[in-house]
């Protein structure tokens, strides 16, 4: 009998131990699926939340992407960051310290632009608004389509935000002849001038010139800087550029200067001296005249910083000096019976209506458009900078250029080792 129940009791401890090891092992069994359950759905979430943030907008920002709050299930180390911030950015991105400014991107682009302006952003992104997530408004004589909205959405890390340009702003005034127009197109076609017989570049460079500034959305803002099609950033812009400009007191800025095509602007000079005339009050008494005359205003020289790069001051632009300068100009009809961009329009406006010391030269923002290149003089800043430009591009000391000119009357140094740039 004690040999019988010894072996109860075995049976029933062995029958026990298989129970306990049978529900520990299912139990481990289902903590671990419940681990890589809990895990997936994690990666899921995250996934989810780092798509979602990575679009997240100031809240009623047109062209906004969906995004559900309630996704945000796990931490999100930039939940809290304001502005808002785009994680889908490289490197650390954290927001710069420091206030912003009252500032903005801006592009005026076509539909068809967007893979050349989203290279663009990418660059502007990478090298500076990463870490400073300012708005960028987008511009457009016909209204953006919805890949165009969304590919820029996604690209910038501040609001994005797209404005229809209006038939009054993007059209001939009454006083324009516009048989004469298109006659001076077919002769400049003949003639192979570059863009000689585009209607529509003709209209690009006179809102460009005198109109951007006014449209609704940028009222807003104090500060711009243009951005076109398929630019680059070759170097870090390890500074808010925009800042920089309100504390040195400038107004207007380049990366690049050059000569402009004589043929475009045949009588535009003549048009700034009546205008310089007309309105003496609005001329600077510490101008740049020598930068674009090399005769004290007799002849313009053809120098004129290349617009499609600009930070500036949009107060400027919207005041009384440059308002009367550009209907003045507009009111000449150059725009449409010659070809006037707004390089040299803005240029010369510069030069004349602001003090020298208004005006900046970037040469630590390297920039190219096709087909130059400004990379900055001197190895130590490009390497601090992590630029990736050749410096055998740099056009600042090109014959062709007029950077040397800005140097040369501002009775500035030339950097070290500029001669080997040539
Ligand atoms: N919405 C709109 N934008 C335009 C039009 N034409 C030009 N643009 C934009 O105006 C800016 C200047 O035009 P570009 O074609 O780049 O002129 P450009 O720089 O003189 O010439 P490229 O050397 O060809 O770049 C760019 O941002 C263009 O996207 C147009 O008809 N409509
Ligand atoms: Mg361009």
Same mark, same amino acid.
């Given at each position: 009998?004690?040999?019988?129940?010894?072996?109860?009791?075995?049976?029933?401890?062995?029958?026990?131990?298989?129970?306990?090891?049978?529900?520990?092992?299912?139990?481990?069994?289902?903590?671990?699926?419940?681990?890589?359950?809990?895990?997936?759905?994690?990666?899921?979430?995250?996934?989810?939340?780092?798509?979602?943030?990575?679009?997240?907008?100031?809240?009623?920002?047109?062209?906004?992407?969906?995004?559900?709050?309630?996704?945000?299930?796990?931490?999100?180390?930039?939940?809290?960051?304001?502005?808002?911030?785009?994680?889908?950015?490289?490197?650390?991105?954290?927001?710069?310290?420091?206030?912003?400014?009252?500032?903005?991107?801006?592009?005026?682009?076509?539909?068809?632009?967007?893979?050349?302006?989203?290279?663009?952003?990418?660059?502007?992104?990478?090298?500076?608004?990463?870490?400073?997530?300012?708005?960028?408004?987008?511009?457009?004589?016909?209204?953006?389509?919805?890949?165009?909205?969304?590919?820029?959405?996604?690209?910038?890390?501040?609001?994005?935000?797209?404005?229809?340009?209006?038939?009054?702003?993007?059209?001939?005034?009454?006083?324009?002849?516009?048989?004469?127009?298109?006659?001076?197109?077919?002769?400049?076609?003949?003639?192979?001038?570059?863009?000689?017989?585009?209607?529509?570049?003709?209209?690009?460079?006179?809102?460009?010139?005198?109109?951007?500034?006014?449209?609704?959305?940028?009222?807003?803002?104090?500060?711009?800087?243009?951005?076109?099609?398929?630019?680059?950033?070759?170097?870090?812009?390890?500074?808010?550029?925009?800042?920089?400009?309100?504390?040195?007191?400038?107004?207007?800025?380049?990366?690049?200067?050059?000569?402009?095509?004589?043929?475009?602007?045949?009588?535009?000079?003549?048009?700034?001296?009546?205008?310089?005339?007309?309105?003496?009050?609005?001329?600077?008494?510490?101008?740049?005249?020598?930068?674009?005359?090399?005769?004290?205003?007799?002849?313009?020289?053809?120098?004129?910083?290349?617009?499609?790069?600009?930070?500036?001051?949009?107060?400027?632009?919207?005041?009384?000096?440059?308002? /009367?300068?550009?209907?003045?100009? &507009?009111?000449? +009809?150059?725009?449409?019976?010659? $070809? !006037?961009? =707004?390089?040299?329009?803005?240029?010369?406006?510069?030069?004349?209506?602001?003090?020298?010391?208004?005006?900046?030269?970037?040469?630590?923002?390297?920039?190219?458009?096709?087909?130059?290149?400004?990379?900055?003089?001197?190895?130590?800043?490009?390497?601090?900078?992590?630029?990736?430009? /050749?410096?055998?591009?740099?056009? &600042?000391?090109? +014959?062709?250029?007029?950077?040397? $000119? !800005?140097? =040369?009357?501002?009775?500035?140094?030339?950097?070290?080792?500029?001669?080997?740039?040539?």
């Amino acid at each position: 009998m004690a040999g019988g129940t010894r072996l109860f009791r075995y049976i029933v401890i062995a029958f026990v131990a298989l129970i306990t090891i049978l529900y520990l092992t299912g139990s481990s069994n289902s903590a671990t699926r419940e681990q890589f359950k809990s895990a997936t759905d994690k990666l899921r979430t995250q996934g989810s939340n780092l798509l979602n943030t990575g679009s997240r907008k100031t809240p009623g920002t047109k062209g906004e992407l969906a995004h559900s709050d309630t996704a945000d299930t796990s931490p999100n180390p930039y939940a809290d960051s304001t502005p808002p911030h785009n994680v889908l950015s490289s490197g650390s991105g954290k927001p710069a310290p420091g206030p912003r400014m009252n500032a903005t991107f801006v592009t005026l682009a076509r539909n068809s632009d967007v893979w050349e302006i989203s290279q663009s952003i990418r660059h502007v992104e990478d090298r500076f608004n990463r870490n400073y997530n300012y708005d960028w408004v987008f511009l457009n004589d016909k209204p953006f389509d919805d890949t165009f909205k969304r590919i820029t959405t996604a690209l910038t890390s501040g609001r994005a935000r797209y404005g229809l340009i209006g038939p009054e702003h993007w059209g001939y005034p009454e006083y324009i002849d516009q048989e004469k127009a298109a006659r001076v197109r077919e002769d400049m076609k003949r003639r192979q001038i570059i863009y000689g017989d585009s209607e529509s570049y003709r209209h690009m460079c006179r809102y460009e010139s005198g109109l951007f500034f006014q449209h609704p959305l940028m009222l807003e803002y104090e500060w711009y800087w243009r951005v076109e099609p398929s630019v680059k950033l070759f170097c870090d812009v390890a500074y808010d550029p925009f800042a920089y400009m309100a504390q040195h007191g400038k107004k207007y800025s380049f990366t690049i200067s050059l000569y402009e095509y004589a043929e475009t602007i045949e009588t535009l000079w003549e048009s700034v001296t009546k205008f310089i005339k007309k309105h003496p009050q609005h001329i600077a008494p510490n101008n740049a005249m020598d930068f674009i005359s090399d005769d004290g205003g007799v002849k313009y020289n053809m120098c004129h910083f290349w617009s499609n790069f600009e930070i500036g001051n949009l107060n400027w632009l919207r005041g009384p000096a440059y308002t /009367d300068y550009f209907n003045f100009l &507009d009111r000449e +009809g150059g725009f449409f019976y010659e $070809r !006037w961009g =707004d390089a040299p329009v803005h240029s010369i406006a510069a030069a004349l209506m602001l003090n020298k010391t208004e005006i900046h030269f970037f040469n630590d923002i390297a920039y190219y458009h096709v087909p130059f290149t400004h990379c900055p003089t001197g190895e130590q800043l490009r390497v601090d900078l992590k630029c990736s430009c /050749d410096p055998g591009e740099n056009f &600042d000391w090109n +014959g062709y250029s007029c950077t040397g $000119r !800005w140097f =040369d009357i501002n009775g500035m140094k030339r950097p070290a080792g500029y001669e080997k740039e040539n």
